[in-house]
């Protein structure tokens, strides 16, 4: 859904042009998750996180996880991408 929701929308609009995607979620956690639905939470993974960012054009630059769910590999990925990390 994501994918064609907000990723589909990226080119031919002319204008301003989008310089980043702030993904907050859906790696936050569980416990303090706000108004985000609970059922799509999910762990840290880094498999599901280049999907989002292929469909994306590369365009996610900001990440908002929850650190204590996120594996090393997974951090280290954002960063050595230039991802910035938002502990949530």
């Not at 989008?18 to 639905?37: C, N, T």
């Not at 996180?49 to 292929?54: D, I, M």
């Not at 996120?70 to 990390?85: C, M, N, S, W």
């Amino acid at each position: 859904m994501l994918k064609y929701s907000l990723f589909g929308t990226f080119g031919g609009c002319g204008g301003a042009r989008l310089l980043g995607v702030h993904l907050e979620g859906p790696f936050i956690s569980r416990v303090h998750a706000g108004a985000q639905p609970t059922e799509y939470i999910l762990k840290p993974h880094i498999e599901y996180f280049e999907e989002l960012q292929a469909y994306s054009g590369n365009k996610i630059k900001i990440v908002t996880l929850a650190p204590e769910q996120a594996d090393g590999d997974f951090i280290r990925r954002l960063k050595d991408g230039g991802e910035i990390v938002y502990r949530a």
